[in-house]
């Protein structure tokens, strides 16, 4: 699924940039060489939108998207909830922000180019944002991490990753909220299905479970899985 996606994406891509290629030949001539440079190095640009879309749409539901964004190499957002209420349908829709973001974009400029006297080169933006808009619309888990559709269908088919993702932002919330790790209702930390040690939600949740118990007093169980945390973090962070 990985070669597939990948392979999708950039064919996709190509297809866009052969297009704006033709348009600015017809239009402009020899300027298509730097529009063809433009469009290998809007890249950066896309990204941005792309995590723009998180950010926007997450502030919409009541979710701090806080991004760390890599110009030429895998973005990312950290959700922070403001409420613990509806998560699932908040994150999911925080979540197909950015590929909602790339897909407008990308149409919208196809459409001005296409439809208005603007000029052609405006299209050197879209190969990009059509790169991300289908990498990230297929559910797949890579090396650097989760597409946005790998997220979206965990939390559209409540998976036990979408189970245990929105318990790990219920919890987080009501922390934030003011109350004390010790407190949280044991159900939310344990009360949930098992997925894999590597998801970045099985490691959140062994931390919470550590803040728990370290709360609670429990130096037993809070050292076993505060030793669990550190293990997790040198093999996956």
Same mark, same amino acid.
């Given at each position: 699924?990985?070669?597939?996606?990948?392979?999708?994406?950039?064919?996709?891509?190509?297809?866009?940039?052969?297009?704006?290629?033709?348009?600015?030949?017809?239009?402009?001539?020899?300027?298509? #060489?730097?529009?063809?440079?433009?469009?290998?190095?809007?890249?950066?640009?896309?990204?941005?939108?792309?995590?723009?879309?998180?950010?926007?749409?997450?502030?919409?539901?009541?979710?701090?998207?806080?991004?760390?964004?890599?110009?030429?190499?895998?973005?990312?957002?950290?959700? #922070?909830?403001?409420?613990?209420?509806?998560?699932?349908?908040?994150?999911?829709?925080?979540?197909?922000?950015?590929?909602?973001?790339?897909?407008?974009?990308?149409?919208?400029?196809?459409?001005?180019?296409?439809?208005?006297?603007?000029?052609?080169?405006?299209?050197?933006?879209?190969?990009?944002?059509?790169?991300?808009?289908?990498?990230?619309?297929?559910?797949?888990?890579?090396?650097?991490?989760?597409?946005?559709?790998?997220?979206?269908?965990?939390?559209?088919?409540?998976?036990?990753?979408?189970?245990?993702?929105?318990?790990?932002?219920?919890?987080?919330?009501? #922390?934030?909220?003011?109350?004390?790790?010790?407190?949280?209702?044991?159900?939310?930390?344990?009360?949930?299905?098992? #997925?894999?040690?590597?998801?970045?939600?099985?490691?959140?949740?062994?931390?919470?479970?550590?803040?728990?118990?370290?709360?609670?007093?429990?130096?037993?169980?809070?050292?076993?899985?505060?030793?669990?945390?550190?293990?997790?973090?040198?093999?996956?962070?």
């Amino acid at each position: 699924m990985k070669v597939f996606a990948t392979v999708l994406s950039l064919v996709s891509a190509a297809v866009f940039a052969v297009l704006c290629g033709l348009l600015v030949w017809r239009d402009y001539g020899l300027w298509v #060489i730097a529009v063809s440079a433009a469009i290998f190095l809007a890249l950066p640009i896309s990204s941005f939108l792309h995590e723009l879309g998180h950010m926007l749409f997450g502030a919409m539901c009541k979710i701090k998207a806080v991004p760390k964004f890599s110009p030429f190499g895998a973005s990312c957002c950290r959700l #922070i909830p403001k409420t613990d209420k509806n998560l699932r349908a908040r994150l999911f829709f925080t979540a197909f922000g950015g590929i909602f973001v790339n897909l407008l974009v990308g149409t919208a400029i196809v459409f001005i180019s296409v439809y208005t006297p603007a000029p052609v080169w405006l299209m050197f933006l879209v190969p990009s944002n059509v790169y991300l808009f289908v990498l990230n619309l297929i559910p797949v888990w890579f090396n650097s991490g989760k597409t946005d559709g790998l997220v979206c269908n965990d939390l559209l088919n409540n998976s036990d990753v979408g189970k245990v993702t929105v318990a790990v932002m219920t919890a987080q919330a009501q #922390i934030l909220a003011g109350k004390p790790a010790e407190q949280l209702d044991k159900k939310l930390l344990f009360g949930v299905p098992q #997925i894999r040690e590597d998801d970045p939600a099985f490691i959140s949740l062994t931390e919470l479970r550590y803040e728990y118990f370290k709360g609670k007093e429990d130096e037993a169980e809070a050292q076993k899985y505060k030793e669990r945390l550190e293990d997790l973090k040198k093999q996956y962070m």
